[in-house]
C-alpha cells in the first residue's frame, strides 16, 4: 500500500443524527488506495449510515467527507465508486431481466436497455461476468439464481464501470457458507490483482478477517481503525468485535429495486 498517495475516502469528525441522539459521534476514518478495509460493529452501531454518508446519499451536520480528494458534495466521478447494497441480493424468480441487462444496468442506470450498447460496452458487460465468474450465465434471467450467483451478478454491475473504489454493504446476507467463502475469495482477488479497493461492511467478522488488510470498529463512535495483525493483538477489540458480533442474525427483507 502506499500511504503517500491521497487517501480514497477522507471522513473528518462527522456527527449524524437522524432524530436527536447522534448515531454517528465525532467519526474520522481515512481509506488509502489499495486497502481492504472490514467495518464491523453490532446492529444499529451506523454502519450504513456511515456508508450512505461516504456516498453523499446523507450530508452530516457537522464535518467533511471527501472522495478521491474532492469534498463529496463536488464530487460528479461516481464510475470510480462501485457500491453493491445490503439487499442486493434477492431478485425473485419472475423478474423480467437477464444477467447481461442487469450488469449493463451498471454502465448507463435501469434505463440502459441492451439494445443501445454498442460493442466496446458489451465487451466490458461480458468482462465485468467473467471477472466474477459468471459469463456462461448472460443470457439466464437474473430470478432463477441462487442468492450467492446473483450477488456475483451484483459484483459485476458494480465492476462495469470501471471502478477503483468498491463498497459492500452486507454482501453475503442470505448466502450459504460456502459460496460465501468462494466471493470473499473473489473479493480479495480483486482487491490484490487488480489493486480495486475494497470496503466491506459485514457481521461475520471471523470469516472476513481472513481476507481484509484492514479493519475499524465501529459503535457510534471509531473504537479501533488499524491493519488486521493489531487488530488480532488487541485482545479487547477482537474479543468485543470478533466474536459477540458475528452471530448476530439479520432480517432484512426482500429486494425491491
Ligand atoms: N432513516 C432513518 N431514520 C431514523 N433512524 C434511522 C434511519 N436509518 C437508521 N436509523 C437508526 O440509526 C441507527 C444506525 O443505523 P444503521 O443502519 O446505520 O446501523 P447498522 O450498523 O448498519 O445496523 P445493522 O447492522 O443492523 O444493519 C439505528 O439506531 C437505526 O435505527
Redesign the pocket.
Known amino acids: 500500500m502506499d500511504r503517500t498517495q491521497k487517501p480514497v475516502i477522507d471522513i473528518q469528525h462527522i456527527t449524524y443524527r ?2 436527536r441522539s447522534p ?1 454517528l459521534d465525532d467519526v474520522s476514518l481515512t481509506v488509502q488506495p489499495g486497502t481492504f478495509l472490514g467495518l464491523v ?1 453490532p ?7 456511515l456508508i450512505r454518508l461516504m456516498l453523499g446519499l446523507l450530508k452530516p451536520q457537522m464535518g467533511d467527507v471527501r472522495l478521491f480528494d474532492t469534498e463529496v458534495r463536488k464530487f460528479s466521478n461516481w464510475g470510480k465508486i462501485g457500491y453493491v447494497s ?1 439487499k442486493a441480493n434477492r431478485f425473485n424468480a419472475g423478474f423480467p431481466a437477464t444477467v447481461f441487462e442487469v450488469v449493463s444496468m451498471g454502465l448507463f442506470g435501469p434505463v440502459g436497455l441492451c439494445r443501445f450498447l454498442g460493442k466496446k460496452e458489451r465487451t466490458r458487460v461480458h468482462e465485468a461476468l467473467d471477472t466474477v465468474g459468471m459469463k456462461a450465465y448472460a443470457k439466464q434471467p437474473i430470478g432463477r439464481l441462487s442468492g450467492g450467483q446473483q450477488q456475483r451478478v451484483f459484483i459485476a454491475r458494480a465492476l462495469v464501470s470501471n471502478p477503483e473504489l468498491l463498497i459492500l454493504d ?1 454482501p453475503t446476507v442470505g448466502v450459504d457458507a460456502n459460496a460465501a467463502q468462494r466471493f470473499y475469495d473473489l473479493l480479495a482477488a480483486l482487491n490484490q490483482q487488480h489493486g480495486l479497493t475494497l470496503i466491506l461492511v459485514s ?1 461475520d467478522v471471523g470469516t472476513m478477517t481472513r481476507y481484509v488488510s484492514d479493519i475499524a470498529c465501529l459503535n457510534q463512535r471509531l473504537h479501533f481503525h488499524g491493519s488486521k495483525s493489531e487488530f488480532e493483538e488487541n485482545p479487547d477489540f477482537s474479543a468485543l468485535y470478533g466474536h459477540e458480533v458475528q452471530h448476530v442474525v439479520h432480517e432484512h427483507g426482500e429486494l425491491t429495486q
Not at 446492529?43 to 449510515?49: F, I, L, M, Y
Request: glycine letters at 22%.
Open positions: 437522524y432524530e448515531v460493529g446492529n444499529g452501531s451506523g454502519k450504513s449510515t445490503q452486507e457481521h
